[in-house]
């Protein structure tokens, strides 16, 4: 178990933080989502899996070493399985509601709200996930 070597910063930091990065998040996801449904032609789902799997990664390591002041080595099954676990799960929820958006009005617009509202849904159980669970710093109660 990595060992943080910086202090934790309060929870109202860590909220405001947690959003900053949620907004570089998403503002990725849309351009790659953007680019990938609009110009390029790509059917809605599969710029949305594409989308999520690029901005995934760099939420990823801003949450961990910025909000949560995480450093050292990566915890496979204490980070990096359940941030992805819950990725994936809003990755389903809005690829699914991005499907049914391109089917019934099939604009890059309906296609970037429907992913906006897969993982907005998510967006408050994420931050507590990786709150509680992922970074934290005391002994979970057994």
Not at 25 to 43: D, E, H, Y
Not at 110 to 128: S, T, Y
Request: charged share 10%; with cysteine.
């Amino acid at each position: 178990m990595a060992v943080p070597t910086r202090q934790r910063p309060p929870l109202l930091i860590r909220l405001v933080r947690f959003a900053s990065v949620s907004a570089v998040a998403v503002v990725l996801t849309q351009s790659v989502l953007w680019l990938l449904n609009g110009p390029l032609g790509w059917v809605g789902w599969v710029a949305n899996v594409v989308a999520v799997g690029v901005a995934a990664v760099p939420a990823y390591l801003l949450n961990r070493a910025w909000v949560w002041a995480k450093e050292g080595p990566h915890s496979v099954s204490r980070e990096i399985v359940p941030f992805w676990t819950y990725t994936f799960c809003g990755l389903a929820l809005s690829t699914l509601l991005v499907a049914i958006a391109d089917e019934v009005w099939g604009t890059t617009v309906a296609v970037q709200l429907a992913n906006l509202a897969g993982f907005g849904v998510l967006w408050v159980g994420k931050f507590i996930l990786l709150d509680r669970v992922l970074f934290r710093t005391e002994p979970a109660p057994m």
